[in-house]
């Protein structure tokens, strides 16, 4: 049982704290399993936290949250419809402080296409990618990265409707997948090597993660349900590459305008050179996820990182 709580003083000065969790997007359910786990350490130290589950039962969200009696919020909704700018809009028009990226970042880190385009233009690595649509010409998109490819949803999260594919025919039928999720589908050249991820808190890394799992890649189920994802801290990195992979990851979050919090994805080349993927705004904070997992490393209880997390709220008052 965690025993750490705030100073009462403390925990009074942040008022109600409204825990927005769930919405309509595919991540639902993780959303949901995320804000639980939210709640009870915001509640276990000593913060008046309550849920709001948005659009549960059909319900109207800008009805539920201008009807909430709340001081300041913990977004971790994920996906569409919260993680992109939409309800980061709606609580700045509420003067409602909360927790996370502005409408500008949020938005940024859920279109995988302009994040990487953004990231290219200000000279940081990216894998080469090409935009997937009717009228791809696929032995072009081919001839330019090769196989495998990876073929993801622009505007998804947790690996939804992402495959890796090796021939012409998975293409056609990973890019036919996609669209059921997004109008907007990449293809990214494939990155073999290790991969890597780095959360971000207040100004500072947290300790960095390498990822291992049997399945092709880090898809949904090797992220919330298989057991055998090894999470390493031994990340084989020299110290200076520790160094330029953290330093890779706060210029990623930077560019991007991220505040708070959030973790950035990074695969490592056949060349030694790191390749960022994406940046996430609004991690899980589930049992399998790596911002706790990181946190935890530092030192960190759940209790204290959501606090810290509700901290950065200030930041922007």
């Known amino acids: 049982m965690n025993e750490w709580r705030l100073d009462a003083s403390e925990a009074a000065a942040f008022g109600r704290v409204a825990v927005i969790m769930g919405g309509r997007s595919a991540e639902r359910e993780i959303s949901l399993r995320s804000g639980a786990e939210v709640l009870r350490g915001l509640q276990a130290a000593g913060v008046d936290a309550f849920a709001v589950d948005l659009a549960a039962d059909g319900r109207d969200p800008v009805a539920q949250l201008l009807q909430a009696d709340f001081d300041r919020a913990f977004l971790i909704l994920h ?175 930077k560019i991007a305008g991220c505040h708070g919090w959030g973790r950035v994805d990074v695969m490592m080349d056949a060349n030694g050179q790191f390749q960022l993927l994406e940046v996430n705004t609004a991690p899980g904070m589930t049992d399998h996820s790596l911002v706790p997992m990181a946190a935890r490393e530092a030192g960190i209880s759940f209790s204290q990182l959501v606090v810290e997390i509700l901290r950065t709220t200030g930041e922007r008052e």
């Open 79 to 253: 996906g569409r419809g919260g993680e992109d700018g939409t309800i980061q809009g709606l609580l700045e028009m509420m003067h409602k402080p909360y927790t996370g990226s502005g409408v500008c970042a949020s938005a940024l880190g859920m279109d995988k296409l302009r994040c990487k385009l953004l990231w290219q233009g200000a000279g940081l690595p990216t894998p080469a990618f090409a935009v997937l649509d009717e009228g791809a010409d696929l032995g072009a998109v081919e001839a330019r990265l090769g196989y495998p490819i990876m073929v993801k949803p622009a505007h998804e999260g947790s690996s939804i409707g992402m495959s890796k594919v090796r021939t012409r025919a998975e293409l056609e039928a990973a890019f036919a997948q996609a669209t059921a999720y997004d109008s907007s589908v990449i293809a990214e050249q494939w990155v073999d090597g290790p991969e890597f991820t780095v959360a971000v808190l207040g100004h500072e890394t947290l300790p960095v993660i390498r990822l291992e799992t049997p399945h092709d890649f880090y898809d949904f189920t090797a992220k919330y349900e298989a057991a055998d994802t090894a999470y390493h801290f031994r990340t084989a990195l020299s110290p200076e590459q520790t160094e330029s992979l953290q330093q890779l990851v706060q210029q990623a979050f």
